[in-house]
């Protein structure tokens, strides 16, 4: 049972536009969210996260965006640079489990100069 | 601040040895632990985490243990090795309240033959 999705293996965008990277999850129980940028041979470097009691959190050049009745979130990184080149994962978490992360398979995101 | 140590960085085993991976964390106490494993292409599946010394939860059945001597230590362990164990092996550690990130060591890559 999936309970964290992305839909989206891989994503291309040019260097100063905006990549969307895009997260729906089924359990609504859920009640915390975070995004995850994760290089090869490295662990995953945490980005942002969002409280379900928020709508959208800001910081810097990422933007994450929660839609609690789709069950949706997605990130939004503006300007992408190529250095943001790396796979992101989407995890989500709810009160009753601690912390305990479900996470998202993954998207590659590829940002060309 | 706080940093997580996780070693050996690359590890090469023959079917059926052991295995004992370590995981260390500073600047903190009474963190939360975990033991994720990536397989290739694929997310982050939770194998284990613990709340406190001695204190491990299992989340999958495998062919792997973990074990916490000590508030900041975390070791991953196996008897006998399989060649579905192979894979990246990622350590992390949070707060030990609810909705907090999770940051993660940089893995281990295993590699069975």
């Known amino acids: 049972d999936q309970q964290v999705k992305q839909n989206s293996p891989s994503l291309s965008v040019q260097e100063g536009r905006i990549s969307i990277l895009n997260c729906d999850y089924t359990n609504s129980m859920f009640d915390y969210f975070l995004w995850y940028k994760k290089y090869p041979a490295e662990g995953p470097t945490f980005l942002i996260s969002?409280?379900?009691?928020?709508d959208k959190n800001e910081d810097g050049r990422f933007t994450v965006f929660l839609n609690k009745s789709a069950k949706h979130l997605s990130l939004h990184i503006v300007p992408s640079q190529p250095g943001d080149s790396a796979v992101y994962f989407c995890?989500?978490?709810?009160?009753?489990?601690?912390?305990?992360?479900?996470f998202g398979e993954g998207t590659q995101l590829t940002v060309n100069p | 601040s706080q940093t997580i140590h996780q070693w050996p960085a690359t590890l090469v085993q023959p079917v059926g040895s052991p295995l004992s991976l370590e995981c260390t964390v500073e600047?903190?106490?009474?963190?939360?632990l975990y033991w994720y494993r990536q397989a290739a292409g694929r997310g982050l599946q939770l194998l284990f985490y613990?709340?406190?010394?001695?204190?491990i939860s299992s989340e999958v059945p495998q062919n792997l243990s973990a074990s916490r001597p000590q508030d900041r230590q975390f070791i991953l362990s196996s008897k006998k090795l399989l060649l579905s164990d192979s894979g990246f092996y990622l350590c992390a550690w949070s707060g030990g309240t609810s909705n907090q990130p999770q940051h993660f060591g940089d893995g281990t890559r295993l590699s069975i033959l």
């Open positions: 969002i409280s379900s009691i928020k």
């Open positions: 600047g903190t106490s009474n963190p939360n």
């Open positions: 613990s709340v406190g010394i001695g204190q």
């Open positions: 995890a989500a978490s709810k009160r009753a489990s601690g912390s305990r992360l479900t």
